[in-house]
T-cell receptor, first 116, second 116 residues
Framework: GAVVSQHPSRVICKSGTSVKIECRSL??????MFWYRQFPKQSLMLMAT?????????EQGVEKDKFLINHASLTLSTLTVTSAHPEDSSFYIC????????????FGAGTRLSVL | AQKITQTQPGMFVQEKEAVTLDCTYD???????LFWYKQPSSGEMIFLIY??????QNATEGRYSLNFQKARKSANLVISASQLGDSAMYFC?????????????FGSGTRLSIRP
């Protein structure tokens, strides 16, 4: 079964609205969660690293005021795309490191965002 | 800065044949981890195999093996006896340092198509 639950799986919204994507770690605590964006036929690009109880670390070129990340608990991280525009349409995936000593990175199922 | 290079955008292989997907990386760190993920059309990221930089033996997981050549900075994925279900995108990825909280960077991917 999935160890990282990501919702929604698909969202269609109008330009100018905000969209929130949730990622929950199931049965384990995730002090760190990574957010990636993937455009069609391209690779996963890391957007930011969220850390429970502190500010997220954004990659160069990612607007932190547009992509708001909150990691309020050890099992929940959220990404909010504010004032979404068509160019924000993409596949967003969250990921959390596995348990200490394990080298697996767990991924959510992804959210396909379409901005009209 | 770390970098992952996958030079094969696409590959076609006959069913039951073995296939090698190339991956080279660049890092100045001594401690790092290398991953291979499979991404079918559904978008989910499926972990295949992991190799730590200090691991002396090549990693193997069922039909998957990682040909790790540290001096050449290459980490090729070998799939033996390919199956139709192996058709997907394959991403090589690297985590700089052994800490599970370190970010993972992905290569551009290889689209593998298995012919019946």
């Amino acid at each position: 079964g999935a160890v990282v639950s990501q919702h929604p799986s698909r969202v269609i919204c109008k330009s100018g609205t905000s969209v929130k994507i949730e990622c929950r770690s199931l049965d384990f605590q995730a002090t760190t969660m990574f957010w990636y964006r993937q455009f069609p036929k391209q690779s996963l690009m890391l957007m930011a690293t969220s850390n429970e109880g502190s500010k997220a670390t954004y990659e160069q070129g990612v607007e932190k005021d547009k992509f708001l990340i909150n990691h309020a608990s050890l099992t929940l991280s959220t990404l909010t795309v504010t004032s979404a525009h068509p160019e924000d349409s993409s596949f967003y995936i969250c990921s959390a490191p596995g348990l200490l000593g394990k080298n697996i990175q767990y991924f959510g199922a992804g959210t396909r965002l379409s901005v009209l | 800065a770390q970098k992952i290079t996958q030079t094969q955008p696409g590959m076609f292989v006959q069913e039951k044949e073995a296939v090698t997907l190339d991956c080279t990386y660049d890092t100045s760190d001594q401690s790092y981890g290398l991953f291979w993920y499979k991404q079918p059309s559904s978008g989910e990221m499926i972990f295949l195999i992991y190799q730590g930089s200090y691991d002396e033996q090549n990693a193997t997981e069922g039909r998957y093996s990682l040909n790790f050549q540290k001096a050449r900075k290459s980490a090729n994925l070998v799939i033996s006896a390919s199956q139709l279900g192996d058709s997907a995108m394959y991403f090589c990825a690297m985590r700089e340092s052994y800490s599970s909280a370190s970010k993972i960077i992905f290569g551009s991917g290889t689209r593998l198509s298995i012919r019946p």
